[in-house]
Structures are given as C-alpha cells and as structure tokens.
Nanobody, 123 residues
Framework: VQLQASGGGSVQAGGSLRLSCAASGFTFSNYFMGWFRQAPGKEREFVSSISWTGDSTFYADSVKGRLTISRDNGKNTVFLQMNNLKPEDTAVYYC?????????????????WGQGTQVTVSS
C-alpha cells in the first residue's frame, strides 16, 4: 500500500494550492479518502474527507468554503483544492483512506496514511 502526497509549497495569504494523493496497492474505489493536517506543536487535525463513490464530502468548519476535496477513481487519486489560504493553514498535510465497510467515514480512523506534504502560508 502506498499513498503519495504532492502539491505542497509556499504561498502568500489569499493564494491557492492543489494537493494530490496517488494511491496504489488497494482497491481505491472501496475506500473513503481524506486529509488531515498537523501544524508545529499541535495535534493532527481532520481537514476533509470524501466517500468511496465521491458523492459525499465532509469538511472541518475552519476550511469550509475555501477547500474542496475531490477524487478520480479511474486514476486512484484524491485531490484537495485549497483557495484563499490563510497563515493558520500552515501545516504538513497527510492523506489517508479507510474501507467503506469500516463505519469510520467521515472522520476516520484511517487504515492507510501517506507521508505528508508541507503547506506554508505567509501573511
């Protein structure tokens, strides 16, 4: 199993980034997928998740209206479009997934985790 996150970087406040997470080694379309983040000195927190079919999404209150999660089951990839970024969005972003039958959607726990990608937003 592998989850490869990419797309992080450094932007100014108000800017945008698009994170991607490419999955392999499991049946992607049977898994809900999501993103967590961890800022320095803070606990990992839930950001967003999407159901295995892609017809249901869930967001933390802090990111609603600014971040959009999506998935492409044909390419085994989940995306996180991040708009109007704020300095408080600075964190390492991790993608994860859990099977549809686990009952863990939308907040996890996730069975699989990726390695994380750094997002830095400057004011």
């Amino acid at each position: 199993v592998q989850l490869q996150a990419s797309g992080g970087g450094s932007v100014q406040a108000g800017g945008s980034l698009r994170l991607s997470c490419a999955a392999s080694g499991f049946t992607f379309s049977n898994y809900f997928m999501g993103w967590f983040r961890q800022a320095p000195g803070k606990e990992r927190e839930f950001v967003s998740s999407i159901s295995w079919t892609g017809d249901s999404t869930f967001y933390a209150d802090s990111v609603k209206g600014r971040l959009t999660i999506s998935r492409d089951n044909g390419k085994n990839t989940v995306f996180l479009q991040m708009n109007n970024l704020k300095p408080e969005d600075t964190a390492v972003y991790y993608c994860g997934g859990g099977p549809y039958y686990s009952g863990s959607y939308p907040r996890g726990p996730f069975d699989y985790w990726g390695q994380g990608t750094q997002v830095t937003v400057s004011s």
